[in-house]
């Protein structure tokens, strides 16, 4: 029985009665402890405290100012090539960039002078750089942040820096539909810019290259950008070696000595911790395909497209999401994350989504080099 709220009840006692045979009171005594123990039962049903419903796998939302997840099927090219060749497109782009600021005076390739992306310094002193990527969830202060739309697709604009400040930076940022989309940032050479014209200098850049390169309004992915790793890419790699890039976006520690590795019978695994979250790692030594990974009881999954050759699976619980990617040839790289409290969290999926394109975004890269 349940321990009770309350001090016992005091029932009324009837009036004395003058004695009665032994059997009659034995009798009476008898159905005086079933009403009693049938009045206990009939408490302790009611009490019991009833269990909660169970809560239901919610769909992610992704906010209205442009801050959150890209939650479209990343089934288009990447637009723009990564690794060695990552500004091979530049010439193609120069006059139409340089119309933006008196042309341009000078280029930079982030592949050979070591900056994050391909920038065109225009005559008028200011600077447009073009970088590529996964479309993230922004969590952080933004001085600017909005959704947009470049050439008819969405994406978002966005600062990092205050508006008063005199690095100030604007960026557009598209959402293709790609594990790779690109992003613009304008900025002025002196440190001297102000915000709202940096801001219309990125999103015309943008306007500029998604026409040219981005499938989706009528544009045609740069001849170098690449959309499959090689054959083999994978054959002599571990979980943990993937794991690597995909660790910073995940919310767990992303130190080497940090990480676990360990191996089941269908490969390699590799697990690492943070405060509140794991993420959980297998890199098949076969080449499976989904259909020989075991997928994960009651969870709601999704099957799409990841970019144009890849599968990916995605398996939502309350909590934690698991993440399978088929490559071409069969090879299965699969990740779990979530917080560790089973606290219900509907964008693990898109947070695991996006690791693994930078997992991917980093293979195709270093298959580009020697």
């Known amino acids: 029985m349940y321990p009770q709220p309350y001090p016992p009840l005091a029932y009324p006692q009837p009036p004395a009665r003058p004695p ?20 206990a039962a009939t408490l302790v049903i009611t009490l019991r405290p009833s ?24 089934d288009q090219p990447i637009p723009l090539p990564v690794g060695a060749n990552l500004c091979s497109w530049m010439p193609e782009m120069a006059e139409a960039s340089g119309s933006l600021g008196g042309g341009v005076v000078r280029t930079s390739d982030g592949s050979v002078e070591g900056g994050p992306g391909c920038s065109f310094r225009l005559a008028d002193g200011n600077v ?71 801001c219309a200098l990125a999103r015309q850049g943008m306007e500029l290259l998604a026409r040219r390169y981005v499938p ?27 794991a690597g890039t995909a660790l910073y976006h995940l919310n767990v520690s992303y130190r080497e000595e940090a990480r676990q590795r360990g191996s089941t019978a269908l490969g390699t695994t590799c697990m690492s911790a943070g405060q509140e979250n794991t993420a959980t790692f297998l890199l098949t030594t076969g080449t499976p395909g989904l259909a020989g990974v075991p997928p994960v009881a009651g969870a709601k999954v999704t099957t799409s497209r990841f970019g144009t050759s890849y599968t990916l699976r995605l398996e939502q619980e309350l909590a934690r999401c698991t993440a399978s990617l ?10 779990t994350t ?17 690791a693994l394109a930078y997992v991917v975004r980093q293979q195709l890269l270093d298959s580009t080099f020697p």
């Open 128 to 198: 447009i750089q073009v970088r590529n990527g996964p479309f993230y969830a922004i969590n952080q202060y933004t001085s600017v942040l909005e959704a947009a739309t470049f050439a008819g697709i969405p994406g978002r604009m966005y600062s990092f820096i205050p508006a008063d400040d005199p690095d100030v930076t604007c960026t557009a940022q598209l959402a293709g539909r790609s594990i790779a989309v690109p992003a613009v940032d304008a900025f002025a050479l002196d440190n001297n810019g102000d915000q709202q014209a940096m």
């Open 51 to 74: 269990a909660p419903p169970a809560a239901a796998i919610t769909e992610y939302q992704a906010p209205a100012n442009g801050s959150g997840y890209d939650t479209a099927v990343w």
């Open 326 to 335: 088929e490559f071409t040839g069969g090879k299965v790289f699969q990740l």
């Open 216 to 242: 989706l309004p009528g544009g045609t992915p740069a001849r170098d950008a690449i959309q499959d790793l090689p054959p083999g890419a994978l054959d002599a790699t571990s979980a943990c070696d993937l």
């Open 338 to 354: 979530g917080p560790d409290r089973n606290k219900p969290d509907n964008s693990a999926c898109q947070a695991a989504r996006v």
């Open 20 to 39: 009665r045979r032994r059997r009659g009171t034995l009798i009476a005594t008898c159905i005086a402890l079933v009403a009693v123990a049938a009045i």
